[in-house]
């Protein structure tokens, strides 16, 4: 019904696969788990049981990852994962029995602050209404697509994005787009399945790559609407990087062949 699809890396793979193996069983049943581990030293496929498949491989790059998870996977949903979560278990139960009777092809869960219960990894007002810039709003582990229509449409991540590239983001950002311009039909669904760290501050960012890395998403938005995202994000997001240096990396990449 649901497949929980996981990337993660050889290092992590044994503290990933400690928690599933501890909490599999509070985990509804038509749940189960694939996941992709890169940079392992060969290329395997392993059971851990029945509800928890590792696809070992020595390639690395996280939308890499993602595409082969999209590509094994065989349940009607794929829930995009990183390896640093937890599990809502309640959560789960009522997610899987709305999207039992989901005409959708897109839904997007709500995830909560793993330092605080009460609060939310990103508190977003973007689930009243549908519009193209909703995609630039979207973190990779609140998507959950119908994996049929996804393959159908050939929609994959774009492997020039995402964390082990020199454009280190953007990737889920560029893979919702794709699925708003086929016309998936979308629902935002007001639960929140699992947590996520808040805390940015232990977080290693690479402030330079993250603006190339839009810059290079800028090309596939409309084009009225692509030098106000660039103004806008120079002046709003916070970095050790002035504004001249911000629209120079941004500029530089969305005009690279």
């Not at 599990?87 to 959708?104: G, H, K, P, R």
């Not at 996520?196 to 790559?209: K, L, Y």
Request: glycine letters at 2%; a positive charge.
């Amino acid at each position: 019904m649901l497949t929980i699809a996981i990337s993660t890396v050889a290092a992590s793979l044994n503290k990933l696969t400690e928690y599933l193996h501890k909490n599999i069983d509070k985990i509804d049943h038509r749940i189960d788990f694939l996941i992709c581990s890169q940079r392992e030293p060969t290329n395997t496929v392993t059971h851990l049981s029945d509800r928890v498949k590792v696809i070992k491989t020595t390639e690395s790059g996280l939308s890499r990852s993602r595409n082969m998870l999209l590509m094994n996977s065989q349940s009607k949903w794929l829930w995009v994962q990183d390896d640093d979560i937890e599990l809502e278990f309640d959560a789960l139960q009522q997610l899987v029995n709305i999207l039992q009777n989901s005409n959708a092809e897109l839904h997007f869960i709500k995830v909560k602050s793993l330092e605080s219960h009460n609060e939310f990894y990103k508190n977003y007002a973007f689930h009243r209404s549908h519009k193209l810039t909703n995609s630039l709003k979207i973190s990779s582990i609140e998507i959950i697509v119908r994996r049929e229509f996804v393959n159908a449409k050939n929609i994959k991540f774009d492997t020039n994005l995402g964390l082990g590239t020199q454009l280190p983001c953007c990737e889920e950002n560029k893979f919702v787009l794709d699925l708003f311009k086929v016309n998936a039909k979308v629902s935002y669904l007001d639960l929140a399945t699992c947590y996520h760290t808040t805390n940015i501050e232990s977080r290693d960012i690479d402030h330079a790559g993250r603006f190339c890395a839009r810059g290079y998403l800028l090309r596939f938005y409309p084009f009225y609407i692509r030098f106000a995202l660039m103004l806008r994000w120079a002046i709003k997001i916070p970095a050790e990087l002035s504004f001249y240096e911000k629209m120079k990396l941004m500029l530089k990449n969305y005009i690279r062949k």
